[in-house]
């Protein structure tokens, strides 16, 4: 049996860098996924020409260029940039929140004009608090920003995810909203950004080529109780809690259904990225893949 210096479980993007430097540093790697592809979250299934992402938009995006230049080294990235869209009962506003969704929620031109409008709904929220501090999501963002962003653009775009009321949801999870005053609709402020060309599996396969693989291998079916008899080190990248046996319960996890259709149009929606926000609309949003790789 061939004896590994670490056994790595998960394909995703830090199993697949870790494998990568480990055989650059003379290591032997054996890495094991139990979906039956290699890839995790970023894989790629490819319809129609479009490169789609199996488990969700994935922009990646970074501050450091050492490793912008790292994964560029494996497969050139274009330059998308995420400009998305929320879509409130067929009204359409820019995120994140800008001088465009301020232009578009109240008419205002300037900086000032919507720094009093939302300072005024503050304090209207802060005036409801009466001294004392947010208790919970809904009262934390309206405090923030105030009525019309929260009602239009926060409260049940977050229901819809969360799957509960923004009062039973803690007020931590929304301590700081990005509120730019300038016309400025891309999301990251990091100034490396884009999609490798050709899709995330091309940069994958790059970080594994020469180290052995397998797919369909469920970590805890086959190695839980034997992974050191054929290696000396253990990379997890999987569930932390279904690692130490649900000792302490489950974690809350949130999952994520994805629906794809194809649509015979060259442009169904202009944009990638475009969200929901009212429980009028089932879903959280719409992803027009192709999209992601319209720049070269």
């Known amino acids: 049996m061939?004896?590994?210096?670490?056994?790595?479980?998960?394909?995703?993007?830090?199993?697949?860098?870790?494998?990568?430097?480990?055989?650059?540093?003379?290591?032997?790697?054996l890495v094991i996924d139990k979906r039956p592809h290699l890839g995790g979250n970023?894989?790629?299934?490819?319809?129609?020409?479009?490169?789609?992402?199996?488990?969700?938009?994935?922009?990646?995006?970074?501050?450091?260029?050492?490793?912008?230049?790292?994964?560029?080294?494996?497969?050139?990235?274009?330059?998308?940039?995420?400009?998305?869209?929320?879509?409130?009962?067929?009204?359409?506003?820019?995120?994140?929140?800008?001088?465009?969704?301020?232009?578009?929620?109240?008419?205002?031109?300037?900086?000032?004009?919507?720094?009093?409008?939302?300072?005024?709904?503050?304090?209207?929220?802060?005036?409801?608090?009466?001294?004392?501090?947010?208790?919970?999501?809904?009262?934390?963002?309206?405090?923030?920003?105030?009525?019309?962003?929260?009602?239009?653009?926060?409260?049940?775009?977050?229901e819809k995810q969360w799957g509960r009321d923004c009062k039973e949801l803690p007020a931590f999870i929304i301590k700081r909203l990005p509120v730019r005053f300038v016309f400025d609709n891309n999301y990251f402020n990091d100034p490396y950004q884009g999609i490798p060309i050709g899709g995330y599996n091309k940069l994958i396969d790059a970080l594994l080529e020469g180290v052995e693989v397998k797919t369909k291998c469920d970590f805890f079916k086959e190695y839980q109780d034997s992974w050191r008899e054929i290696a000396d080190q253990l990379v997890y990248t999987g569930p932390i809690d279904e690692y130490f046996g649900f000792k302490l319960g489950r974690l809350d996890w949130r999952t994520v259904t994805f629906k794809t259709r194809i649509e015979n149009t060259p442009n169904y929606q202009g944009n990638a990225v475009i969200n929901y926000t009212s429980h009028e609309v089932p879903y959280t949003r719409i992803i027009e893949h192709k999209h992601f790789e319209t720049f070269g």
């Open 42 to 158: 970023v894989y790629c299934e490819q319809m129609e020409s479009i490169n789609v992402h199996k488990y969700g938009a994935h922009i990646f995006h970074t501050s450091n260029k050492k490793v912008w230049d790292f994964v560029n080294f494996f497969v050139p990235f274009n330059r998308y940039t995420n400009c998305p869209v929320a879509n409130f009962h067929g009204e359409l506003y820019n995120l994140p929140f800008n001088m465009n969704t301020f232009s578009q929620l109240w008419g205002v031109r300037t900086p000032d004009e919507a720094k009093a409008k939302i300072d005024e709904q503050r304090a209207e929220a802060l005036a409801a608090l009466n001294g004392r501090e947010p208790q919970n999501l809904e009262e934390q963002a309206l405090c923030l920003v105030g009525k019309d962003i929260f009602y239009k653009l926060i409260k049940e775009y977050t």
């Open 2 to 29: 061939t004896h590994y210096d670490y056994l790595i479980v998960g394909s995703g993007l830090f199993g697949a860098t870790f494998a990568y430097r480990a055989k650059q540093a003379g290591k032997s790697c």
